[in-house]
């Protein structure tokens, strides 16, 4: 496509339960960022992935965050047992990302609020 | 302590100002990023700078990168109400062959018409 697209777009979540956000790459793309946004900040980084391999997953705040990019193009972030701190947006970018350009196109983001 | 210090946090200013926001750091970068974020949107790409000293103009956007490759700055002349949104600064590779960005936590500018 001739974006990052991210779905949901909007999820609610009760404390406890689930949740599944999907995002699809710029085609071509090898580089795949998954970022969380609170409210009145800026991005912080989660995990990245490059085509299906996950090089760094330093970002993720526990183990009840999961990521993976079985193919090396669509990428699904999972949040086992939500808790309100959960509550954020999560954004997606993808990058040719050659050494010497590194454009990262985001997605729109999916707003997780957990209730 | 935020690797990435922005300032002001916030600004709202009357349409046809000037302004300038600031991204400030102890650390040395080999590049820097400035985007631009709307509500309800990811942040989009507004301007790489990479050699200290470099000025680069988009419209009526003016970035500077310092000389010693600690900070940045954002100058918008004649600000438009469609200059609204939050501006951030980024750097790639803060750590070894950390290849994410580090995003400050931006200035949010709103310009009243």
């Known amino acids: 496509g001739a974006g990052v697209s991210q779905s949901p777009r909007y999820k609610v979540a009760k404390r406890g339960q689930d949740v599944a956000l999907r995002c699809d790459p710029i085609?071509?793309?090898?580089?795949l960022f998954w970022y969380q946004q609170a409210l009145g900040q800026g991005p912080e980084f989660l995990t990245y992935?490059?085509?299906?391999?996950?090089?760094?997953k330093s970002g993720l705040p526990s183990d009840r965050f999961f990521a993976e990019r079985p193919e090396g193009s669509v990428s699904t972030l999972k949040i086992q047992r939500t808790q309100q701190e959960d509550s954020a947006v999560y954004l997606c970018a993808s990058s040719l990302e050659t050494e010497s350009n590194y454009g990262y196109t985001f997605g729109s983001g999916t707003r997780l609020t957990v209730v | 302590t935020q690797l990435l210090e922005q300032s002001p946090q916030f600004l709202s200013i009357q349409e046809g100002e000037n302004l300038t926001v600031y991204c400030n750091s102890s650390s040395v970068f080999s590049s820097l990023q400035w985007y631009r974020q709307e509500p309800g949107e990811g942040p989009v790409l507004l301007v790489t700078?990479?050699?200290?000293?470099e000025v680069k103009k988009l419209k009526r956007l003016t970035f500077q990168f310092g000389d010693a490759r600690k900070d940045s700055s954002l100058h918008i002349t004649a600000a438009q109400p469609g200059d609204t949104g939050l501006y951030l600064c980024?750097?790639?590779?803060?750590?070894?062959?950390?290849?994410?960005?580090?995003f400050g936590s931006g200035t949010r500018l709103q310009v009243q018409p």
């Open positions: 980024a750097v790639r590779g803060v750590d070894t062959g950390r290849r994410a960005l580090t």
């Open positions: 700078v990479v050699t200290g000293g």
């Open positions: 085609s071509g793309h090898v580089s």
């Open positions: 992935f490059q085509n299906e391999a996950q090089l760094d």
